[in-house]
């Protein structure tokens, strides 16, 4: 028996935000530090949604709604995946497609939030924002287009669930170029080093931070959720490319997937432990280098 889907979207729901945690305690390892502790982002949302809405007078009823849909579109995002390692709560033809879209369309909203306050400083973050978006959405669909060569399918839960090929201990070398180019993209987009640093405060390197200036209280909240949670959904699509395929047990599937989230909150803080944050003309660099590894997947699908 495996675990249930509805059970495996309310663990990503509940342990998403640990991701950063232990992503900032890693990092803290490196330095030489105590650090924060792994539940910090908990404290935090729980601090922020107690607190008050402070709204610009310039601002709409777009800047109000933004946060609730970028939440939203993550949450319903999460709920085409085959978290569980068997099946999605939402599956259907062409889903895979739909998963990328609806996170473009929380990014499109939350550009529109950004541009809604009348200032020219988040007019600029949301200008970085949608070009680097730009270029990382190519990497996703170019991912998309090798798992469905492999799996005869656009369904998610073909590709990465009970559908897909069994692992059998020897990991395609395919899978681990579509594994290394998702991670990198992940990178992007969920804001953070080498393409954005979510602990930054300097004016001229702000993407995402500065996007999100204007927002306050349980806004916020929903805001740095819906960051982690995305985390959260990319450290589960990496881990079903190498591992595709039902995993046996619950209590299997249960620790697969919160081994995923540790492995990926460990790697992030790596990552931002060794490398600094790139100049911005080098991220479309990046990005179109991470975008290369996944088309070199699906020429190796091709073959």
């Given at each position: 028996?495996?675990?249930?889907?509805?059970?495996?979207?309310?663990?990503?729901?509940?342990?998403?935000?640990l991701i950063p945690g232990i992503t900032t305690r890693t990092k803290a390892v490196f330095a030489g530090r105590r650090g924060a502790p792994v539940w910090q982002l908990y404290a935090d949302l729980?601090?922020?949604?107690?607190?008050?809405?402070?709204?610009?007078?310039?601002?709409?009823?777009?800047?109000?709604?933004?946060?609730?849909?970028?939440?939203?579109?993550?949450?319903?995002?999460?709920?085409?995946?085959?978290?569980?390692?068997?099946?999605?709560?939402?599956?259907?033809?062409?889903?895979?497609?739909?998963?990328?879209?609806?996170?473009?369309?929380?990014?499109?909203?939350?550009?529109?939030?950004?541009?809604?306050?009348?200032?020219?400083?988040?007019?600029?973050?949301?200008?970085?924002?949608?070009?680097?978006?730009?270029?990382?959405?190519?990497?996703?669909?170019?991912?998309?287009?090798?798992?469905?060569?492999?799996?005869?399918?656009?369904?998610?839960?073909?590709?990465?669930?009970?559908?897909?090929?069994?692992?059998?201990?020897?990991?395609?070398?395919?899978?681990?170029?579509?594994?290394?180019?998702?991670?990198?993209?992940?990178?992007?987009?969920?804001?953070?080093?080498?393409?954005?640093?979510?602990?930054?405060?300097?004016?001229?390197?702000?993407?995402?931070?500065?996007?999100?200036?204007?927002?306050?209280?349980?806004?916020?909240?929903?805001?740095?959720?819906?960051?982690?949670?995305?985390?959260?959904?990319?450290?589960?699509?990496?881990?079903?490319?190498?591992?595709?395929?039902?995993?046996?047990?619950?209590?299997?599937?249960?620790?697969?997937?919160?081994?995923?989230?540790?492995?990926?909150?460990?790697?992030?803080?790596?990552?931002?432990?060794?490398?600094?944050?790139?100049?911005?003309?080098?991220?479309?660099?990046?990005?179109?280098?991470?975008?290369?590894?996944?088309?070199?997947?699906?020429?190796?699908?091709?073959?």
């Open positions: 028996m495996t675990l249930s889907p509805v059970v495996a979207l309310l663990l990503l729901g509940v342990g998403a935000p729980w601090k922020l949604w107690r607190r008050g809405l402070v709204y610009s007078t310039t601002t709409t009823w777009v800047f109000r709604l933004a946060p609730v849909i970028l939440a939203a579109t993550t949450l319903v995002a999460a709920a085409l995946l085959p978290l569980d390692g068997s099946t999605a709560i939402l599956a259907f033809a062409g889903d895979a497609v739909a998963f990328v879209y609806l996170l473009a369309l929380g990014r499109f909203v939350l550009v529109l939030a950004s541009l809604d306050t009348g200032s020219s400083f988040e007019g600029m973050g949301a200008s970085r924002e949608v070009a680097f978006a730009s270029i990382a959405e190519v990497g996703l669909f170019v991912t998309i287009a090798g798992l469905a060569i492999a799996s005869h399918s656009l369904s998610l839960t073909l590709m990465l669930g009970g559908g897909a090929p069994q692992a059998t201990g020897r990991v395609p070398a395919s899978a681990v170029l579509f594994a290394v180019s998702v991670f990198g993209l992940a990178l992007a987009e969920c804001s953070r080093v080498p393409v954005d640093d979510p602990a930054t405060h300097l004016e001229l390197t702000m993407v995402h931070e500065v996007m999100v200036l204007d927002n306050s209280g349980p806004d916020l909240a929903l805001i740095l959720y819906s960051s982690a949670l995305k985390l959260g959904l990319f450290a589960a699509i990496i881990l079903a490319i190498l591992f595709p395929g039902a995993r046996g047990s619950a209590w299997l599937s249960l620790g697969v997937l919160l081994s995923g989230f540790v492995v990926m909150g460990v790697a992030v803080g790596v990552v931002e432990s060794m490398i600094a944050r790139l100049r911005l003309p080098r991220v479309a660099l990046y990005l179109a280098g991470a975008s290369a590894l996944a088309l070199f997947g699906l020429i190796l699908e091709l073959q």
